[in-house]
């Protein structure tokens, strides 16, 4: 299966990423960026322009991939080829990082007099485009009007951060980080595009239920399971809406998040979204109960005991069964201490879902905060236990029981 299989290579073997580097003070910062591809198993060819050695040798590069760092069209050192068209034939994805004014203005305009505008006008594969300059430069409308002319013909432009740049100025243009960077290579040739056209939800995280405007009622998840499943989704070409309580987890490339405190922000975030969605993974630890009385003062510690009425939260997968379009899957999560196939086969049924995902917090490597995850899959004609697995792992294997069954 596509995921399954995805999910247990390592995501870039058998894959070419060509990084165009050109004379920007971010241009170190590549060097990071390289050894995160080479990790993953990447072939990683480098191409500089003269001015980019100013900044970084092409020896750094040279050692960490293995190969040749390309700088001059006309080195007569190289295989008997034409070295810029081979390599963009060879080229699964093509980014420059950092680009500069300069070779934003030439890309743009089909200008091709060194290796690295070459051979990126060679290449026929996904190309992308990270600005990195000074905020005056970047916001000038010559830049700006480049960069439209780049999106126009299907290049990718990913928008500089903001923050204080090497000239002394505050303002856009500062390169992201080579963790975004890797990111978006990954998004775009990692995995198979199995899922281009259909529509998740997935729900994550914790819900918190007030006391008073001091306290609230909460539990354990960190929402990485979640999180985990959305990144999962997008990857392969889903359009993904992420349902999230307050976690502390970064958002995936491609996901569009919306964020919720309550069980009845979720209730209504999820009923008011799920008609479109073809499957809805509903993987939150809800609060199933809230406070009856929300106190509009912070509540006065006494020399007596306390106790806080409570009432129960709307139930969001029941509503999803009861009220689920043709064709939608739904799958839920089960957290169990004890009897978990019996509480979740029960749960399966009552329900009127599809699919219960569940995992038992006393068995090793499963549970909240975890990096890894035991789960059994839960359905009519069945159970099957998955071994213990990273949670990205078990994210595609879940996918693939929806949407290759």
């Given amino acids: 299966m596509p995921g399954e299989s995805a ?3 390592i995501m870039l073997q058998g894959k070419t990423v060509v990084i165009g580097v050109t004379g920007g003070i971010a241009a170190y910062k590549i060097a990071s960026l390289v050894s995160m591809l080479k990790k993953q198993h990447a072939n990683v060819r480098v191409i500089m322009t003269e001015n980019a050695t100013n900044f970084i040798t092409p020896v750094t590069f040279e050692s960490l991939t293995g190969t040749k760092c390309l700088v001059d069209t006309f080195d007569r050192n190289f295989e008997f080829q034409v070295e810029h068209i081979s390599l963009a034939k060879q080229a699964d994805i093509f980014m420059i990082a950092p680009a500069t004014a300069n070779v934003i203005a030439k890309v743009a305009h089909g200008l ?3 290796m690295l505008t070459t051979t ?6 996904p190309k992308y485009i990270v600005p990195a300059m000074n905020t005056q430069m970047y916001e000038n409308p010559i830049t700006q009007d480049n960069l439209e002319i780049c999106r126009k013909y299907g290049m990718h432009v990913i928008e500089p951060a903001s923050g204080y740049l090497a000239c002394g100025d505050t303002g856009a243009g500062k390169m992201p980080e080579p963790e975004t960077l890797f990111e978006y290579i990954l998004q775009e040739i990692a995995f198979p595009k199995d899922l281009a056209g259909k529509k ?6 914790p819900t918190q239920e007030a006391i008073d405007p001091v306290r609230y009622i909460t539990n354990h998840s960190t929402g990485k399971m979640g999180y985990a499943i959305a990144r999962a989704g997008a990857r392969r070409g889903a359009e993904v809406t992420l349902v999230s309580g307050p976690v502390n987890q970064t958002v995936p490339l491609g996901v569009t998040l919306v964020p919720v405190v309550s069980a009845r922000d979720m209730f209504e975030a999820v009923t008011s979204r799920s008609a479109k969605q073809d499957a809805i993974i509903k993987s939150a630890a809800v609060a199933d109960y809230r406070p009856a009385v929300v106190g ?9 005991d306390m106790s806080i009425a409570l009432e129960r939260t709307d139930d969001i997968l029941s509503w999803l069964g009861d009220h689920r379009r043709e064709g939608q899957f739904l799958c839920g999560f089960s957290m169990e201490t004890q009897n978990m196939l019996e509480n979740s086969k029960a749960k399966l049924e009552k329900k009127h879902v599809d699919m219960i995902v569940a995992n038992n917090l006393k068995t090793a490597g499963a549970g909240f905060g975890t990096d890894t995850n035991v789960v059994t899959l839960i359905t009519k004609d069945g159970a099957e236990e998955l071994e213990k697995m990273p949670k990205d792992q078990v994210a595609h294997v879940l996918l ?3 949407f290759h069954r």
Wanted: charged share 45%.
């Fill in 7 to 9: 999910g247990r290579k």
């Fill in 112 to 114: 091709a007099d060194d």
């Fill in 120 to 125: 990126f006008l060679a290449c026929k594969k």
């Fill in 200 to 205: 998740i939800l997935v729900t994550a995280g």
């Fill in 296 to 304: 509009t003062e912070k509540t006065k510690k006494s020399d007596g």
């Fill in 400 to 402: 693939d029981r929806i």
